[in-house]
T-cell receptor
Framework: DAGVIQSPRHEVTEMGQEVTLRCKPI?????LFWYRQTMMRGLELLIY????????DSGMPEDRFSAKMPNASFSTLKIQPSEPRDSAVYFC?????????????FGNGTRLTVT | AQTVTQSQPEMSVQEAETVTLSCTYD???????LFWYKQPPSRQMILVIR????KQQNATENRFSVNFQKAAKSFSLKISDSQLGDAAMYFC???????????WGAGTKLIIKP
C-alpha cells in the first residue's frame, strides 16, 4: 500500500495566483480529510468527505478555498486567489471506517509558500 | 469546548533512556478517544498509539505506552529505550465519540541525545 499520496510536495506561488493541491487516499478508505498546519494555529481541519460527499466544511477559512472529491481515489484543494497568509503545510488524510477510534493516515503534506 | 494542552514545548532525553511527554485535556464527554501522533522531519504525521476512554487498561505499543488517568483528564506518553529515530514533534489529539473532529495539542519537540 503506497499510503496517502499528495502532490506537489512544495509549491511556491505569487499572491493572486490559483493553487491546486492534490490528494490520492488509500484505496478502500471512505473518509478523506484536509488539514492545514501553521506555527501559529497548529493543525486545523478544513473539510472532510465521506464517500466523496463533503460532510463538514466549517473549517474552510474563506470562499477563496474550495475542495472537491470527484471520485473515491482523488481530491483537490484549491485556493483562488492565494494570499501570503495562506502559506502553510496542507495535509490530506484518509480513514478506513466510520469507527471513531480509527486512526487517520496522513500524506507527507504540501508546503505552500505564497509570496 | 474541548481543549488539549501539551505543557512541554520541548523535551530532551539521552539515547536508551525513558522519557514521558505530558498531555491534558478538557471535556465533559464520556465517550471519546485519545491519540498520540509523531511528526518527524519528513513531515508525515504517524500514529504512535491510541486509547479508548472506556478502556481502563493503558495502551501499549512496543516501546510506547500511555498513562491514561481519566479522572484527572491526563494522557501521558512514555517512550522507553529512546532511539535516535524517535526524535520528532509529538502531538496529543482528542476525538469525541460522535464525530471525526480531532482536537490537537500544540506539540512537544523531542530531542534525543546520542
Amino acid at each position: 500500500d503506497a499510503g496517502v499520496i499528495q502532490s506537489p510536495r512544495h509549491e511556491v506561488t505569487e499572491m493572486g495566483q490559483e493553487v491546486t493541491l492534490r490528494c490520492k487516499p488509500i484505496s478502500g478508505h471512505d473518509y478523506l480529510f484536509w488539514y492545514r498546519q501553521t506555527m501559529m494555529r497548529g493543525l486545523e481541519l478544513l473539510i472532510y468527505f465521506n464517500n466523496n460527499v463533503p460532510i463538514d466544511d466549517s473549517g474552510m477559512p474563506e470562499d477563496r478555498f474550495s475542495a472537491k472529491m470527484p471520485n473515491a481515489s482523488f481530491s483537490t484543494l484549491k485556493i483562488q486567489p492565494s494570499e501570503p497568509r495562506d502559506s502553510a503545510v496542507y495535509f490530506c488524510a484518509s480513514s478506513p471506517s466510520p469507527r471513531f477510534n480509527s486512526p487517520l493516515h496522513f500524506g507527507n503534506g504540501t508546503r505552500l509558500t505564497v509570496t | 469546548a474541548q481543549t488539549v494542552t501539551q505543557s512541554q514545548p520541548e523535551m530532551s532525553v539521552q539515547e536508551a533512556e525513558t522519557v514521558t511527554l505530558s498531555c491534558t485535556y478538557d471535556t465533559s464527554e464520556s465517550d471519546y478517544y485519545l491519540f498520540w501522533y509523531k511528526q518527524p522531519p519528513s513531515r508525515q504525521m504517524i500514529l504512535v498509539i491510541r486509547q479508548e476512554a472506556y478502556k481502563q487498561q493503558n495502551a501499549t505499543e512496543n516501546r510506547f505506552s500511555v498513562n491514561f488517568q481519566k479522572a484527572a483528564k491526563s494522557f501521558s506518553l512514555k517512550i522507553s529505550d529512546s532511539q535516535l529515530g524517535d526524535a520528532a514533534m509529538y502531538f496529543c489529539a482528542y476525538r469525541r465519540g460522535s464525530n471525526y473532529q480531532l482536537i490537537w495539542g500544540a506539540g512537544t519537540k523531542l530531542i534525543i541525545k546520542p
